[in-house]
């Protein structure tokens, strides 16, 4: 079945500086690829996602890429503020083998010091 | 809305003794998903049902694991003689239609502790 590496496990950065998270994944028919955030002592939620006839998307300090060809996908906060720091997992799902189950990385834990 | 709700939000078990963790879906949702949560595997899939018939349990352990979705309004999870490696954060989540490309809306979890 699918599977989706994500790194690095733990990322601390200065506010105001940009933190990027890099996911890849195996299943070439996979074809969404969400983000999920998790706060302290919180249920994970969706903060971004995208497709796969998309290579860039973006929301406010939010951006993703993908790239199909190296089943590569990435999470970049631009401008971080020490209300981003949370857990962040990225996913994977389609019609290929996982069929329509997110597959998740590991998550990354980051730290954004004031 | 209530979102989707889970419990009880703790379980504490001695070795060998039944667990049994409940979800209920938000209302009008197709699908239920079971993860598990650890520090060292973090989000693992477990099982999914859709319109309350099970799709996909290849993630569930076989031998001690089962989950049932007898109504469009709950699910369970029952893991019998539990083990101290069963210890994790047992989170549900539902989706509108339980396609490939959708928002998965989770609970707060259950956090079992095995002794």
């Known amino acids: 079945g699918e599977q989706v590496e994500q790194l690095p496990s733990i990322l601390r950065v200065q506010e105001g500086s940009s933190a990027s998270i890099n996911c890849s994944y195996e299943?070439?028919?996979?074809?969404?690829f969400p983000w999920y955030k998790q706060e302290p002592g919180e249920n994970p939620k969706l903060i971004i996602d995208?497709?796969?006839?998309?290579e860039r998307k973006q929301i406010q300090e939010l951006i993703v890429l993908l790239d199909k060809k190296a089943k590569r996908f990435s999470l970049h906060i631009t401008d971080t503020q020490p209300g981003d720091s949370a857990m962040y997992f990225c996913?994977?799902?389609?019609?290929?083998?996982?069929?329509?189950?997110?597959?998740f990385g590991i998550g990354t834990l980051l730290s954004v010091k004031p | 809305n209530a979102g989707v709700i889970q419990t009880p939000r703790h379980k504490v078990t001695g070795k060998g003794q039944e667990a049994t963790l409940w979800c209920e879906p938000i209302?009008?949702?197709?699908?239920v998903f079971w993860y598990r949560q650890t520090i060292v595997q973090g989000l693992e899939f477990l099982t999914y049902f859709r319109n309350q018939a099970p799709i996909d349990d290849s993630g569930m352990p076989k031998e001690r694991f089962s989950a049932q979705m007898p109504n469009q309004s709950h699910s369970t999870l029952k893991i019998q003689s539990t083990q101290p490696q069963d210890s994790a954060v047992y989170l549900c989540?539902?989706?509108?239609?339980?396609?490939?490309?959708?928002?998965?809306?989770f609970g707060s979890g259950t956090r079992l502790t095995v002794l």
């Open positions: 209302s009008g949702h197709s699908a």
């Open positions: 989540a539902s989706s509108l239609l339980g396609g490939s490309a959708e928002t998965l809306y």
């Open positions: 995208i497709r796969s006839n998309m």
């Open positions: 996913a994977a799902s389609g019609d290929g083998s996982s069929g329509n189950k997110l597959i």
């Open positions: 299943d070439s028919a996979s074809n969404y």
